[in-house]
């Protein structure tokens, strides 16, 4: 085994990868910006290390400094998580010209997939089915209008370098393009470095299905099952979940076939998703993900299979101990991403202070978070404070085991998507499994911000209550109120209340 | 006693359920009980008569005032109500400022686009609530703004002098959520 791992990230997934690296007995190296002092991946590590100011252009993706880190701690590899730098070409080789190892695949493979026009040649040439889109990255209007009429409206504008939403947007028709193409270029720019954009033909209300692949150094590649993960807003994932409730044996098999021929064609080593769009029976190759993905969790609770561990497990030389006929799937894996959105106000990112946090427990339920209480939630990273996932031996069972679950999440001082979570899970057509990525705009109930007259009530007398202790009416410092307080008003009135709206 | 959840108004009158903490004073939680059923909340103070109140995974806004200074706020809601449509646009969240595409002085149409911002790495263009025309723009590309930050005031539109008056709108719908 590795003697240790410098873990390239923050957040839930530094951590996942802090707690494989303990059950492993890994030294485990975590880095800081200045904003993540405190967080919950530095105070977990054995080891962390400053690498600079809060935004990540100055820290998180700072190779320099990283390997500055890496040869301080003596560490003996990398892993990226995901996002950051998980998916440059040129941080992989980076690590591995500096003598370490890099968890993931290798170099040209991760080059090869991150060039989104490329990978889909290399699909085609594979036999997997690709959806209709433009030969190449589109270099200015006039391209993209010829291009878009060829492969008909809508249609969706990518990143080639791209990945996680940024840098795509939808075209509806001609009028639309050019201020697009300008927004999704700029957009590329920054996340990626690189503004080059192309265009797909925009599937109606498919589903996101996606496969867990993972190969060793010694020429194995087993399918680890999909994934739905079709509830997604601005193309980020909301909800997933394992098994597909529309997958048969025969499609996961297909499909299966299909992701492990993908990686096998690109030499994959590691841990890799190849991601599918499906629709009323066929799937077309979306890209593949070089990395570690934030929903592996469903994948591991229903196979049974730790990919963190065995990420660090090939990457230290080991073969799988298993083939693809030892895989099996059982029961149901349900996972909620938890953001500081406000569901309410079409999911604007928020900021403030977690005051408190209570993570359910109980059986089935898994919490992969990346918070604490007392620590601030600020504008420079990703909104994911955790992530959670329950089991049950069928879909139904695990769905209302997260409905059971969510109730009991608390997170107070910063607005988070639990609310909306709640709403999908008790949501006739989540539960029917008729899902689809446009899910969130057919169903507008479930980020409606109405309050029903009984929550109202609750809430409302909380508020005064409070209001009231405020005013100095608290007990004598050192005594206790023999009768708990009431509130003033309604005390003055019998102590009876009520709301009216 | 008047307390606003949300932007939903609810007042609280001497009959009905009882309420009573069951236990307070433990860091920011609260134990409440209405009528038989106790209710678990936390409290957070977030200004002067401003808390956030969280019950059941949700976060609620929720503004408290006694009857007297309810009447005076409501006198003034109205007259915000009354200029629904102009409100300023203030910045929603945290972010930076990516492009302005409106001036001072240019008339837009409800849901034009007036300025892009860029928070936890996502464009977000900022649109407005109404037709109307630009007083004054108080940011540029580049700045960095808070939440709440003021960022486009407006006038009435020469042709829509008047529209607007009167009041027909309650003033809970004065509440200020700029579209995106």
Known sequence: MLESVLIANRGEIALRIVRACRELGVR??????????????????????????????????????????????????????????????????????????????????????????????????????????????????????????????????????????????????????????????????????????????????????????????????????????????????????????????????????????????????????????????????????????????????????????????????????????????????????????????????????????????????????????????????????????????????AVRRMARALDELTIVGVPTSVPFHQRVMRHAAFRRGDLSIRFIEDHPELTAGDVDADTLAVVAAAAALLADGERGRQPARGRRAAVPPVFSAWRRAGAKWAVLP | MQVKVDGRTARLVGTGDEARVLEGGCGRSLILSVGDRPHRLYGVRVGEAAWEIHHRGRSYQVEVADERSWRVRQAQGDRAAAAAGLEPLRAPMPGLVLR????????????????????MKMENELRARAAGRVRRVHVAAGASVRRGDLLVEFEQDAGNDGVREGRDHSPDDSASRPER
Not at chain 1, 168 to 177: I, Y
Request: proline share 6%; aromatic share 6%.
């Open chain 1, 28 to 397: 485990s190296i975590a880095v800081y910006s200045e904003a993540d002092r405190g967080a919950p991946h530095v105070l977990a590590a054995d080891e962390a290390y400053g690498i600079g100011p809060a935004p990540s252009g100055e820290s998180y993706l700072r190779t320099d400094r990283l390997l500055e880190v890496a040869a301080r701690s003596g560490a003996r590899a990398v892993h990226p998580g995901y996002g950051f730098l998980s998916e440059r070409a040129v941080f992989a080789r980076a690590v591995r010209d500096a003598g370490l190892v890099f968890i993931g695949p290798k170099p040209d493979t991760i080059a090869a997939m991150g060039d989104k026009v490329r990978a889909r040649r290399l699909m085609q040439e594979a036999g997997t089915p690709v959806i209709p889109g433009s030969p190449g990255p589109v270099r200015n209007p006039d391209e993209a209008r010829r291009q878009a009429r060829e492969i008909g409206f809508p249609v969706l504008l990518k990143a080639a370098a791209g990945g996680g939403g940024k840098g795509m947007r939808v075209v509806e028709g001609p009028e639309g393009l050019e201020r697009a193409l300008a927004a999704a270029g700029r957009e590329a720019e920054a996340a990626f470095g690189d503004p080059a954009v192309y265009l797909e033909r925009y599937l109606d209300a498919p589903r996101h299905i996606e496969v867990q692949v993972l190969g060793d150094g010694h020429g194995n590649l087993v399918h680890l099952g999909e994934r739905e993960c079709s509830i997604q807003r601005r193309h980020q994932k909301l909800v997933e979940e394992s098994p597909s409730p529309v997958a048969t044996p025969e499609l996961r098999t297909r499909m299966g076939e299909a992701a492990a021929r993908a990686a096998r064609a690109v030499g994959y080593v590691g841990a890799g998703t190849v991601e599918f769009l499906y629709l009323d029976g066929d799937f077309h190759f979306l890209e593949m993900n070089t990395r570690l993905q934030v929903e592996h969790p469903v994948t591991e609770l229903v196979t049974g299979i730790d990919l963190v561990e065995w990420q660090l497990r090939v990457a230290a030389g080991e073969p799988l101990s298993f083939t693809q006929e030892d895989v099996r799937l059982s029961g149901h894996a349900v996972e909620c991403r938890i953001t500081s959105e406000d569901p309410f106000q079409g999911f604007l990112p928020a900021t403030g202070r977690v005051e408190v946090l209570e993570v359910p427990v109980g059986a089935g339920v898994r919490w992969d978070g990346g918070i604490r209480a007392g620590f601030d939630i600020g504008r420079h990273y990703d909104p994911l404070l955790g992530k959670l996932v329950t089991w049950g031996l069928d879909r139904a069972s």
């Open chain 2, 100 to 119: 302005v595409d409106v001036e001072k002085g240019q008339e837009v149409a409800a849901g034009q686009g007036l300025l892009i911002v860029e928070a």
